[in-house]
């Protein structure tokens, strides 16, 4: 096993954007290694000042609690799908900042043995957490070509799909798809000869299998609301995301937070009284410049929003 190591990507960028007060309440949604956790914890003046993280991989934890073990900081083993949860729990009313790093992290992707990797022979797993029941081993050989279809169109936005399904169908007839390898094996002789020569053809099926086995989508989408209504007046939420799935749940949350009126444009007068909860602190996404995109390649799809609560 590989000591726990995860380069923070867009760091000084989500700094800034939370405009951290030393007495303060933080909470990192997606802790992974502490990187952006650590920088929070540094400018913070505790006991007054709090941060709560939160992760869903147990190694992940345990390199936080190392990195942040001089502070007092509240680490929970969680889905930040469950953020207004723990903060109850932790006795934290609202929050003036809250983080979270989207997406599978370096550490997940360079542990080859828990199969998040089309580069290195393991086990179908994927799982985030380790510990739930559904792997990427069930996906793969349970579910239905149907369900197997839809799953590669909607989640990893895969237009040779359906001959991919086809090729995992046909080899599970056989035997059980046990390894990574095998999969990424199927998938590469079941597209065009064209695509297997640009490009590596296995990145959209298995990061479809990987949102499915740990439901990602649908937890940003429990997430984001209920971290928005932790913010206090003035609270910023901080989300960086890694594919356009993710960013594009992101945008349209946070423009519904930002949306005044929502009569039809013909209406001589306000009649919805809508006014908006909250202001996009950047028009535009942040992206990571070129001093960190030469020294984290992984930075390259990052995108970072930032809204404000009024």
């Known amino acids: 096993m590989i000591e726990f190591s995860h380069t923070s990507v867009l760091l000084n960028e989500c700094i800034e954007a939370l405009a951290i007060k030393p007495k303060g309440v933080y909470i990192d949604g997606t802790v992974g290694g502490g990187g952006h956790s650590l920088e929070i914890a540094q400018r913070l003046n505790f006991p007054k000042g ?18 942040l073990k001089d502070y007092p900081v509240i680490i929970i083993n969680d889905n930040f799908a469950n953020v ?8 934290i009313k609202n929050a003036d900042g809250i983080l979270m790093d989207l997406g ?51 989640y990893g936005e895969e237009k040779f799909a359906r001959g991919i399904v086809g090729g995992i169908i046909k080899a599970r007839e056989t035997a059980p798809i046990q390894t990574t390898l095998q999969l990424a094996e199927i998938i590469k002789n079941n597209v065009p000869l064209k695509v297997r020569r640009e490009k590596n053809p296995c990145r959209k099926t298995f990061q479809a299998i990987r949102i499915e086995v740990n439901d990602e989508l649908e937890s940003i989408k429990a997430a984001l609301p209920d971290a928005f209504d932790l913010l206090n007046k003035g609270g910023r939420l901080a989300v960086i995301s890694f594919h356009s ?13 930002s949306t005044g009126c929502v009569c ?13 909860q909250g202001s996009l602190v950047y028009k535009k996404p942040i992206t990571a410049g070129e001093i960190e995109l030469s020294a984290n390649n ?13």
């Not at 207004?84 to 932790?90: E, P, S, Y």
């Open 264 to 276: 039809p444009p013909g209406f001589p007068v306000c009649v919805c009284k809508n006014k908006p």
């Open 245 to 257: 799935l993710e960013d594009r749940i992101v945008k349209n949350i946070f423009k519904e937070f």
């Open 104 to 154: 599978v992290s370096s550490h997940q992707l360079d542990s080859g043995e828990r199969g998040f990797s089309f580069h290195e022979d393991a086990p179908l797993d994927m799982r985030m957490d380790g510990d739930s029941k559904l792997c990427a081993y069930d996906v793969v050989n349970s579910y239905s070509a149907e369900d197997l279809t839809r799953i590669l169109f909607l």
């Open 50 to 67: 709090k941060l709560l993280c939160l992760d869903t991989d147990k190694r992940a934890l345990k390199a936080a609690r190392e990195k």
């Open 84 to 91: 207004k949860g723990q903060a109850t729990a932790n006795r």
């Open 298 to 310: 992984r930075s390259r799809s990052a995108k970072l929003r930032v809204i404000e609560k009024l």
